[in-house]
């Protein structure tokens, strides 16, 4: 299964948004989701580490896709997919976050490949509110 | 030419700087940032520094600036990490495995890292960034270090009028307007320490 990673600036973020994506993907075989929120001394920020790490975490060869919330949560997997430094296959999804998630999680937890997922998620840009 | 040695007394330069600074960074990042810009720049410098000694064994320009790139990503934690972090490791790249580096071929590869901060990003010059500094101090490195410090600081100045149209700032509109960018003012820093250890080197 594709795995999903969330990188928000805020832990509690990205680990809120981990458990929502995941209760709503259950009810069968849930995709491997790691939460990749604040910098590693518990502040509000992002942090190349716990990105690289959570990234390992949740590949299990299918490919790992990406979402990020704001400014440096962007840049830095940015920077580190510039650099290889992140599993192969891994991918920043263009989406938004809360959605984004969950469509990813949804998706990957099906079986689907990469792509699909990718499509998922940014497809939760076009479900207007207003 | 250029050694590691070079390089490594320019990363101690900046850390210097940025420590000096951190202080009036955090200030100016205050109205139209999260004020932490000084205390993540001391805070990633510091761990240049430290990184820098604890492998002294690097004897080429290149892998010094790469290993003060990935150690600004690494410690940083706000956006001027990943951006300052790629600017040095992209010319850290572009510089490769030499032991010496002439200054143009310095320039060259300053100018690769300022291209891909910008392609990070996606900003442009007048979006009120450390491009801002960046762009006008590199252009003028082919006149000689101080005049790329010069213009640095210049166009760290100029941003004082403009709108912010990248970052947090950019949330704030025109209340964005009237205050100096807090990344351009360290990218004058950075640059500014560059030239300080060049003319320092050239004078021996």
């Known amino acids: 299964m594709v795995g999903v990673v969330l990188v928000s600036h805020s832990a509690r973020v990205a680990e809120a948004v981990a458990e929502l994506a995941r209760e709503l ?15 590693a001394v518990g502040g509000l920020g992002t942090s190349a580490e716990r990105i690289v790490a959570a990234a390992r975490e949740v590949d299990r060869g299918a490919g ?3 979402l990020a919330d704001l400014g440096s949560s962007v840049l830095t997997v940015k920077a580190l997919l510039m650099e290889d430094e992140l599993p192969q296959g891994s991918r920043l999804l263009d989406a938004p976050f809360v959605e984004g998630a969950v469509a990813a999680v949804v998706t990957a937890s099906t079986g689907a490949p990469l792509a699909a997922v990718e499509a998922a998620a940014a497809e939760a840009y076009t479900y207007r509110k207003t | 030419m250029r050694d590691a040695d070079f390089f490594r007394r320019w990363m101690a330069a900046a850390a210097a700087s940025v420590e000096r600074e951190a202080d009036r960074l955090t200030e100016l990042d205050s109205p139209i940032g999260d004020a932490d810009h000084g205390s993540n720049l001391r805070r990633g410098f510091a761990a240049v520094a430290a990184a820098l000694e604890a492998e002294p064994v ?23 990490g990943p951006l300052y972090g790629t600017l040095l490791r992209r010319t850290g790249k572009a510089l490769g495995a030499s032991a010496e580096v002439s200054d143009a071929e310095l320039r060259a590869a300053l100018s690769e890292g300022v291209g891909a901060v910008a392609q990070l990003g996606g900003a442009v010059p007048g979006d009120k960034t450390m491009l801002d500094a960046l762009e006008p101090g590199v252009a003028a490195l082919g006149t000689s270090y101080r005049a790329a410090a010069s213009a640095a600081e210049n166009g760290a100045l ?14 704030l509109g025109e209340r964005s307007v009237g205050h100096q960018d807090p990344g351009a003012t360290s990218s ?17």
Do not use: H
């Open chain 1, 25 to 39: 993907a259950a009810g069968g075989p849930v995709a491997p989701v790691a939460a990749a929120g604040g910098t």
């Open chain 1, 64 to 66: 790992v896709a990406l």
């Open chain 2, 58 to 80: 690097s004897a080429a320009p290149g892998p010094v600036l790469q290993l003060a790139g990935r150690t600004l990503i690494s410690t940083v934690g706000g956006a001027s």
């Open chain 2, 158 to 171: 100029a941003t004082v009028p403009m709108r912010a149209r990248k970052g947090r700032a950019s949330y």
């Open chain 2, 188 to 204: 004058a820093l950075l640059l500014a320490a560059l030239a300080d250890v060049a003319e320092s080197a050239d004078a021996r």
